[in-house]
């Protein structure tokens, strides 16, 4: 584990080394520095440094305040906010800088490589407790960051190789704990990746440096094979190690489905009573306390794991591509759901919404319409009995 910069408050000047034995490491908590006088090769999507760079430096910063973030046009970060002096540093650098001031670093060490995966911490919320963040949901999910520094000098094709593995691993270890690939692209789209290693002039000798290149392009398939070992495993275990999860509302959204489209949907079948704001809040209330249940997450958890086998058909014997009138296993599903929300009179208010699918449920899968049909029945069948 990597010092902190920070003891009692005051700012330390202490350094680690990594896997390259002339690099240091510089760790407050919440910036990462690696500095190296002979410099990195490196590829990179991040803030600063972006493409093939020969770099002096590389960082990871989660400090956003409101005096923000400086990267002057020479790339020198200056960072300073109420509880830390100034950190400033200079010369050619790649680096990542995060909209956020919430962030760990998990860092992982080998002979070969060392991944720093920055991760923003995981917070696990009560569902009625938090009205005010469902527009902009799914709201926990972290960014996920990575630095891969390899200790071998590369050829910039296969340092483009390497770090299309490293990609490729972060995408296998979030596939591996369960995460969607509509949730895996969200990771993918809003975070950073750096991936760097020796450059040749640690081998001053040009034959030196054309025989290490034979040699790297001779086993580069086992160096790769290597990467994506190493990387799977370092960002399975930050994932595991910030208590990271996914919530019933992530599955949800990931079916292309939101709360307030589940409350309009909810209202377009509402006869004899007045819609207005207060009646549509009380039916999201209502949701939000529903989808806390045990038993209705897991009625909706069985259909969105069969649709999606469904769909990708996953089992020959079935296609269900058109909807069949023979599928009402969907129909027994939201049956259940309603019934468990609101007992036998949101089976009936069920049939309703499942016959006319008003707003969102038209839109939906054989599956999953009718879950979703269930659960706003069996919600307005609740929201009425006072």
């Known amino acids: 584990m990597l010092p902190t910069l920070y003891n009692n408050g005051d700012l330390m000047e202490k350094a680690t080394q990594i896997n390259i034995s002339d690099s240091k ?40 305040t409101e005096n923000g973030c400086k990267i002057t046009d020479d790339e020198i970060l200056n960072k300073s906010n109420n509880h830390t002096p100034p950190i400033t540093f200079s010369g050619p650098s790649a680096g990542i800088v995060n909209n956020t001031t919430n962030q760990n670093f998990y860092i992982k060490n080998s002979k070969d490589f060392t991944t720093i995966i920055g991760l923003e911490k995981f917070q696990k919320e009560k569902l009625s407790d938090n ?42 270890a979030l596939e591996n704990l369960g995460i969607s690939l509509n949730l895996r692209n969200k990771l993918s789209n809003d975070n950073s990746i750096i991936v760097a290693c020796t450059t040749f002039s640690d081998n001053p000798d040009a034959n030196t440096a054309q025989n290490v290149t034979a040699n790297i392009n001779e086993n580069i398939n086992e160096l790769l094979n290597s990467i994506k070992s190493f990387v799977t495993e370092s960002c399975t275990n930050a994932l595991e190690e910030s208590g990271f999860s996914l919530g019933i509302l992530d599955y949800i959204h990931e079916q292309g489905i939101n709360i307030d489209d589940m409350v309009e949907a909810g209202m377009e079948l509402c006869v004899g009573v007045e819609v207005d ?100 029945a069996g919600c307005m069948s609740k929201i009425f009995e006072e």
């Open 131 to 172: 009205l005010e963040k469902l527009e902009n949901y799914p709201h926990n999910i972290p960014n996920l960051d990575i630095i891969l520094i390899i200790n071998q000098s590369l050829s910039a094709e296969n340092l483009l190789l390497c770090f299309k593995t490293a990609l490729e691993a972060k995408n296998f």
């Open 277 to 376: 704001q207060v009646l549509k809040d009380k039916l999201k209330k209502q949701i939000l306390k529903s989808l806390e249940d045990l038993n209705v997450i897991a009625l909706l958890m069985a259909a969105f794991r069969v649709e999606e086998t469904f769909q990708n058909h996953r089992v020959r014997e079935v296609n269900v591509d058109d909807d069949p009138a023979y599928l009402y296993t969907d129909e027994v599903l939201g049956i259940a759901i309603s019934n468990q929300i609101a007992g036998t009179k949101a089976t009936f208010n069920f049939k309703r919404y499942d016959e006319e699918k008003p707003g969102i449920i038209s839109t939906l899968g054989p599956m999953v319409d009718d879950i979703i049909a269930g659960l706003i």
């Open 25 to 64: 490491v510089h760790q407050t908590s919440d910036f990462v520095l690696i500095s190296r006088k002979k410099g990195f090769d490196s590829i990179s999507l991040c803030d600063v440094g972006s493409g093939f760079k020969n770099v002096e430096n590389i960082f990871c910063t989660s400090l956003f």
